[in-house]
Structures are given as C-alpha cells and as structure tokens.
C-alpha cells in the first residue's frame, strides 16, 4: 500500500512539474510571430505627443534590436517616403540599413497595398506584432484588418504614437475590443529571451538593454561594474 502511496506521489509530481514547465501559447517566442514596423518616419514622429520623442525612439531601438537579435521575419513600411514622409528612424536603419527593402505605398491602411500584404502575410506566421505612427490610423487599420483575415495580433503600445495622448489611446481601446493584445517594447525584448541561461543571447540583449533601457540600463551598466555581475 505504501508503495502504491509514494508512485502516486511520484506520478503526481513529475506531472504537476511538467505542466508547470509549459508556457501559454498565447506568449510570444522567436519562432511563432512576424513583425511589421510600420511608417516610424520624420514627418509622422514631428507630430506625436503623449510619448516623448526620446523615447519613443528608445523604444523603436529596443523593438528593432530585439527583432535582429533573434531574428524575427520583419517587414518595414513607409507611406510616401520620398515625396512626403522622409526616411524611417535611425534606429530602424541602423539594424535594417537595406532601405531597397522596405515597402512604400500611398494607403493609410498598410493591409490594403498589395506590396505590403504579400510581404507580411509571406511570412507565414498567424501572430502578428505592429508598432507604428500613427496608431489611430498607420495601426488601427492593419490591426483591424489581419484580425478579420484571422491572424492574431499584438502592438507595442509604447513603439507606437499618435498627435495626442487621446487619439492613441482610443485607438488602443477600439482595437482590444475587437482582440487586439497590447504589450510594451521592453515587454517584448523580455518576452523574447524568456530565460537568462539562453547564453546565445544574453550578452546582446543586455548589450540592448543597456543603451536603449533607460534607467533599467542603467541598472545593468551598474551591475556589471560595481557588483560583477
């Protein structure tokens, strides 16, 4: 009886243990999404308010560095970048300096130019994450859109902007309505290495942290010199 007893203690163990070591689906990894960075241009970041600029472009850094980092199927979009817009972030460029590669298009809703749709919807990933300029237009509507064509879809809300603090958050409420998941840039990056044994990436996402983190970079920087660690 006792033996019976302590298999079942056993069993039930290794079976508790197991089922703990299996992450939510719903939680996003280097194999399961794509990214689509869409219209972070001159012309459209003038006019953003709610988020500071310095910011946001922190943030457009950490979200591009992570999608390289682990190399994550990215596209990038501009809307009329060579008459009207200007050139994406420099943060963009910096880990996508193949600028031939980005797709221009005149639609305000990213889904709508045939370009575009091809390319993201090439990638062949059902969960999709958007971060843009601006959200109540360049987001809203490819969100909307892939949502109805069955994708799952997640934005940044914080690589993301719109001209006030209302307008981005009305956007993020009519798209969580209608299945939306917002996360945060840093969320992402975090989300993305999930365990620090990951030796082949801790050193470049904290290399990341540390320039684009604000105060948690800070607070890696200080770690690392005056702890050791």
């Known amino acids: 009886m006792k033996t019976i007893k302590l298999s079942f203690v056993l069993f039930l163990a290794i079976t508790l243990n197991t089922f703990a070591q299996k992450p939510s689906p719903e939680l996003l990894d280097p194999t399961n999404h794509s990214l689509v960075l869409i219209d972070h241009e001159g012309q459209m970041g003038f006019a953003v308010n709610g988020i500071d600029p310095v910011q946001l472009r922190n943030n457009v850094g950490l979200v591009a560095g992570a999608s390289k980092i682990f190399n994550i199927p990215t596209v990038v979009t501009t809307v009329a970048a060579e008459s009207f817009s200007g050139p994406v972030f420099p943060e963009i460029i910096e880990f996508y300096p193949n600028e031939s590669e980005y797709v221009d298009r005149t639609t305000m809703n990213t889904w709508e130019d045939v370009n575009a749709y091809k390319a993201i919807t090439g990638k062949n990933k059902k969960k999709i994450v958007m ?27 914080d690589a993301s902007g719109d001209i006030s603090k209302e307008a981005h958050d009305a956007a ?46 800070l607070g890696v920087q200080y770690a690392r010199k005056m702890l050791k660690h």
Not at 137 to 154: F, H, K, L, N, T
Not at 182 to 207: C, F, G, H, K
């Open 172 to 217: 993020m409420q009519r798209m969580i309505q209608v299945g939306v998941k917002p996360i945060t840039s840093m969320q992402y990056l975090l989300e993305l290495q999930r365990d620090w044994a990951r030796s082949e990436t801790y050193e470049p996402v904290n290399q990341l942290v540390m320039r684009f983190g604000g105060g948690y970079g």
């Open 131 to 157: 971060a843009g300029l601006w959200t109540s237009v360049c987001i809203v509507g490819p969100a909307m859109s892939a949502i109805s064509d069955g994708y799952e879809v997640y934005v940044i809300t």
